[in-house]
């Protein structure tokens, strides 16, 4: 979900963490934390690492089938010299 959420804001955020509960027939998600390119967007949750903290992310995250079944690009390698992924 997390690289999803990378890839489709076009490396703007990332939500690496949410809570939730099954209400019902539906889900109720609450409490996310999001890493954003704008390290001041999200600066009252205190969980905005922003491009560090997803660069951590990609550190570790090791892409699935999931990743493929959703077109994603899997992703390589960090530039510290730039604030984008790069991706093969």
Same mark, same amino acid.
């Given at each position: 979900?997390?690289?999803?959420?990378?890839?489709?804001?076009? +490396?703007?955020?990332?939500?690496?963490?949410?809570?939730? +509960?099954?209400?019902?027939?539906?889900?109720?998600?609450?409490?996310?934390?999001?890493?954003?390119?704008?390290?001041?967007?999200?600066?009252?949750?205190?969980?905005?690492?922003?491009?560090?903290?997803?660069?951590?992310?990609?550190?570790?995250? +090791?892409?699935?089938?999931?990743?493929?079944?959703?077109?994603?690009?899997?992703?390589?390698?960090?530039?510290?010299?730039?604030?984008?992924?790069?991706?093969?």
């Amino acid at each position: 979900f997390s690289h999803w959420t990378y890839h489709v804001t076009k +490396v703007r955020l990332m939500v690496v963490d949410l809570q939730g +509960v099954k209400v019902e027939r539906t889900y109720l998600l609450t409490d996310p934390a999001v890493h954003c390119d704008d390290i001041l967007r999200f600066r009252r949750t205190r969980t905005n690492l922003g491009i560090k903290g997803m660069q951590q992310f990609f550190r570790t995250h +090791v892409c699935s089938e999931i990743c493929t079944k959703f077109n994603l690009p899997l992703m390589n390698d960090w530039s510290s010299d730039s604030t984008s992924m790069v991706s093969t």
